[in-house]
């Protein structure tokens, strides 16, 4: 899961002589130009969430044009920033142009240029190609992105008549733009004589007629944003590192189980499954990534052992299961690259008798295409893997990277540039290039894979015993598609994937998004699919705040939420604890100890369109396994929860004439878990105090459960437990 630490840090006025880089852009105060903002807020369950306008940046809508898949010119947002460049010039003027998805971008807007942000604005809206321009928001107490549309999502109560939605519509100046898909009396709606800001007051007094149950904006929020200390740190990581981590194709060939004979390269570095190899390993003299595959071929590496098991074990689950055959797991998230080696063999196939033209594997909601829908299928695309348009994007920034000196690097990506060297005056040019080529690689190329680091987690297959092994490897992966390039998405797309999944027969959906504005619908819509379907379970993600808050989804009634725990059996310094979290699970740490603490999974970047030109690496340039990352070490509560959810299909797999209720899953999922092997930090142990002497923490609480829930979640346990019971 991206952590949710915005790129909005105060930039340096001084130049990198080397480099003759201007001066950066600087963040403004973010005040509202055209209303106070005590007055901009939302609803949430009847609770005001306050807003704040951002002035350093104006968000823009494009015209609507053909289907991303079906379109060869060149991307709208880098045609927006050609046209900006021609017009604003000086020192420190350089515009930047990021997309949101496909329909919208962000402009932000350099110090030099604010005080003219009209005149960027009116030039914006001279493009033949922008429909309109719209109000950049942030939270009160964040720095974040957050666009509001000419866009309400509004949820009816179910007794109402067309004719009484209609009068209502009517009597706010509302227009239906169409009903969601999988939704029966919720639909996004659009004022015909409000935009900007007033938008939130019109959401804000639907929320007051009768037979409304909810109405909120349709907020196009992004979640790519970065923690640019954690980059910088990481960076640093590799690059001391780098003679330890050779990416290899060498075999590490570890015993494989009884009923389930995932044998696999890569089997003894998924500590996760099993820390009992790695462990060991580690506690000898390993000098080099040679001398650790070495070490993780001695068969008795895998017997039984002392060391504190930090993991799931869940190659003794594999022993008493079926490895979740015939289970159907739903991977709501970013782009799926389901061909990859590793997934392809885990594929579910829709068979719902009202699929859509091309429909085989999954759906992409990400491409909106709000008006004008006459046919539900126009809804999305068909296909949840990277678009032609996107691939041609990424692989610009991604072969950038290799092929630019460190000056045109970051003459070519001043913002990203300026971050390091504000955060870090010290470094020399070539160290803020390398921060910069590892933020550009890791998160702006190789986290747009982020649903396929999350489905390799699940049910990753290795092929001809080389590769990778999920959780549960004989599961199936329902691949649904809400996040657009950059992060980026809107909640209509969200409730309605939730609806699809369940529509389309999964019996667990995976959500590994968090810290996004809550919305009533969202709430609604999921207590609405579990009442649906009592077996259903929905598996999500904590969060990455290092708060006592969980982040939604994760935070709705009825959804299991999941803490990451690191190798040493810690807490994971980002991930969020305290009430409501269900359990933990492994969702690694990449610097405890080192890159060997992520968790292994499956990426994207090893398509060839990004190598073209390019020779394979010799050393790791990202957190990869391999040379053109195939396989990537990853960390977050975006894994600890879709390890969760494999564990449900090793479950599910024992239960297959599904005799076993929600409810009773999610009850042996947690008696069954337990605090063997976790430890609190001291770092936590003080944390626990100084929250306890506020009173935020109930004195009935321990200090395990506040930080780990109910325990470390245990498959062979929780597998026994359902066998006995079926």
């Not at 080529?437 to 986290?447: A, F, H, I, P, Q």
């Not at 060839?608 to 690496?617: E, L, R, S, T, V």
């Not at 409810?663 to 003080?686: F, M």
Request: aromatic residues 6%; charged residues 20%.
């Amino acid at each position: 899961m991206r952590k949710p630490i915005y790129l909005c840090i105060l930039l340096a006025g001084s130049m990198f002589s080397m480099t003759g880089i201007s001066s950066p852009p600087v963040q403004a105060t973010r005040l509202a130009q055209n209303q106070d903002n005590s007055s901009l807020f939302y609803l949430y369950k009847g609770q005001r969430i306050p807003l704040t306008q951002r002035q350093d940046a104006i968000a823009v809508a494009f015209k609507k044009v053909a289907p991303t898949r079906n379109r060869t010119s060149q991307p709208l947002y880098l045609q927006l920033q050609q046209a900006l460049q021609g017009g604003v010039r000086g020192p420190g003027a350089k515009v930047e142009v990021s997309p949101l998805g496909e329909k919208y971008a962000l402009v932000t807007l350099p110090s030099a240029v604010r005080g003219a942000s009209g005149a960027v604005q009116q030039r914006i809206q001279q493009q033949p190609f922008v429909q309109t321009t719209l109000p950049v928001l942030s939270r009160s107490e964040r720095t974040e992105t957050i666009v509001l549309p000419n866009e309400i999502i509004i949820s009816f109560d179910s007794q109402l008549s067309d004719s009484q939605k209609q009068a209502i519509l009517q009597q706010k100046n509302l227009e239906i733009v169409r009903q969601l898909r999988f939704n029966t009396n919720r639909y996004l709606v659009k004022s015909t004589d409000a935009s900007g800001t007033k938008v939130l007051n019109i959401a804000n007094q639907l929320n007051e007629i009768k037979g409304v149950s909810s109405a909120a904006p349709n907020f196009i929020q992004s979640l790519s944003e970065l923690n640019q200390e954690q980059v910088v740190k990481l960076a640093a990581s590799l690059t001391n590192q780098k003679s330890f981590y050779n990416v290899t194709n060498e075999k590490t060939d570890v015993p494989s189980t009884r009923a389930i004979s995932p044998k696999t390269d890569l089997l003894g570095l998924a500590w996760h499954l099993s820390s009992v190899p790695l462990k060991q390993c580690l506690r000898q003299q390993i000098s080099n990534w040679n001398s650790l595959q070495t070490c993780l071929q001695q068969k008795t590496v895998a017997k039984k052992s002392a060391i504190p098991r930090t993991d799931m074990r869940i190659t003794d689950a594999w022993k008493r299961s079926n490895g979740g055959r015939g289970v159907v797991v739903a991977v709501i998230d970013s782009l799926i690259q389901w061909d990859h080696p590793d997934l392809a063999g885990s594929l579910y196939t829709v068979k719902a008798a009202d699929k859509c033209p091309g429909e085989v594997h999954g759906w992409d909601f990400s491409a909106d295409t709000s008006s004008n829908i006459t046919n539900p299928c126009d809804i999305g695309d068909a296909d949840t893997r990277i678009a032609p348009s996107e691939l041609a994007i990424l692989r610009t920034k991604f072969q950038d990277t290799f092929q630019l000196s460190d000056a045109q690097l970051l003459q070519q990506y001043l913002l990203q540039a300026y971050q390091v060297k504000q955060a870090h005056p010290e470094y020399s040019v070539e160290e803020v290039a390398s921060v910069v080529r590892y933020m550009l690689r890791t998160y702006e190329v190789g986290s747009e894979f982020h649903g396929t680091w999350v489905s390799g987690v699940i049910a990753a297959k290795p092929q001809n015993g080389q590769g990778l092994v999920g959780v549960a490897p004989n599961a199936q992966i329902l691949p649904v598609r809400v996040m657009g390039l950059n992060g980026s998405f809107v909640p209509s797309a969200y409730i309605e994937a939730i609806g699809y999944a369940a529509a389309r027969g999964a019996d667990i959906i995976n959500i590994s998004l968090g810290a996004r504005l809550p919305i009533q619908a969202e709430e609604e819509q999921i207590a609405e699919v579990l009442q649906a379907n009592p077996k259903l379970v929905i598996v999500a993600s904590a969060g990455n705040d290092n708060s006592r808050l969980i982040s939604f989804p994760a935070a709705h009634p009825g959804v299991v939420s999941v803490g990451a725990t690191n190798l040493l059996g810690h807490r994971a310094s980002y991930s969020n604890y305290g009430k409501g979290l269900a359990v933990v699970a492994p969702g690694g740490e990449l610097d405890s100890p080192g890159l060997l603490g992520g968790i292994p999974t499956t990426g994207g970047t090893w398509l060839d369109a990004f190598w073209q030109g390019i020779p394979n690496p010799t050393s790791a340039w990202s957190s990869v396994l391999d040379p053109r990352g195939k396989y990537w070490w990853v960390q977050g509560t975006s894994f600890s929860s879709p390890a969760v959810a494999g564990v449900v299909a090793l479950m599910k797999g024992e239960d297959p004439k599904r005799r076993l209720s929600r409810k009773r899953l999610v009850n042996i999922l947690q008696s069954t878990a337990s605090y063997q092997g976790l430890i609190i930090s001291d770092k936590d142990a003080q944390l626990y105090r100084l929250q306890r002497n506020k009173g935020l923490v109930p004195s009935s609480v321990t200090d395990k459960q506040y930080f780990f829930g109910k325990g470390l979640v245990n498959a062979d346990a929780a597998v026994q437990a359902v066998r006995r019971g079926r």
